[in-house]
């Protein structure tokens, strides 16, 4: 099938180690954000989310840290597994009526 | 969450045809959208799909290209409509109850036109 990110920047990340993959906004004025993963052939699947009256917010394995004085966003997983393979994408809700605006995204490529 | 489906899930078309893909949703849902996805690129809106009333379509879409329904809470269509070439993507649509809140996306929908 189809393959996702064949131009995306890509982080090559070894077995066990942690991720930090980063994302930019532009809207000073975006209120909620979230992190997708998408697997080859699939549609985006959450992760997790953060609102903007917070800096950070965990899951399992997964913490996504907000920096709203620089528009910075991102999610690090720990003890990353083959599993984590996939394309990873932030988005961000700009305006009312829930409408996302998506990042560009990165690959995530997990090494045995 | 919700869990969502669409069909077909890829279809290979000739250019000039129209081609409806339809979105099923588990769950009563506030909102529906849908979505484009060029080979290699992130997700790019096409509309917001209101229930009981027209599209709300994004700038550089338009409704006589991407006519989209939305008859009641839990399903929608869109149609790509006399089709080219650069129509080649994935198409995908979303779900959530608006706030900003969580939006569910489905498999989506692999269109090649030839």
């Known amino acids: 099938g189809e393959s996702v990110g064949l131009h995306l920047p890509t982080l090559s990340v070894q077995e066990g180690d942690n991720s930090i993959i980063n994302c930019a906004y532009s809207n000073s004025a975006s209120d909620y954000f979230i992190w997708y993963k998408q697997e080859s052939g699939k549609g985006p699947q959450f992760i997790i989310d953060?609102?903007?009256?917070?800096d950070k917010r965990q899951g399992q394995r997964v913490t996504v840290l907000l920096n709203k004085t620089v528009k910075h966003l991102s999610l690090q997983i720990a003890a990353t597994q083959p599993g984590d393979s996939a394309v990873y994408f932030c988005?961000?809700?700009?305006?009312?009526?829930?409408?996302?605006?998506f990042g560009g995204g990165t690959r995530v490529l997990v090494k045995p | 969450s919700a869990v969502i489906s669409q069909k077909p899930s890829r279809d290979i078309c000739q250019r000039g045809t129209s081609l409806t893909i339809q979105c099923q949703v588990d769950s009563q849902v506030t909102m529906m959208f849908w979505y484009r996805q060029q080979p290699g690129q992130s997700l790019t809106l096409i509309a917001t799909?209101?229930?009981?009333?027209?599209?709300?379509?994004e700038s550089g879409f338009v409704i006589d290209k991407f006519p989209i329904s939305r008859p009641n809470l839990t399903f929608s269509t869109l149609t790509v409509s006399n089709m080219s070439p650069e129509d080649s993507s994935i198409y995908l649509c979303?779900?959530?109850?608006?706030?900003?809140?969580?939006?569910?996306f489905g498999p989506g929908t692999r269109l090649t036109v030839l």
């Open positions: 988005a961000e809700n700009r305006a009312a009526g829930n409408k996302l605006t």
């Open positions: 979303s779900a959530g109850q608006g706030g900003p809140d969580t939006q569910y």
């Open positions: 953060i609102r903007s009256n917070m």
């Open positions: 799909a209101n229930q009981g009333s027209e599209a709300t379509y």
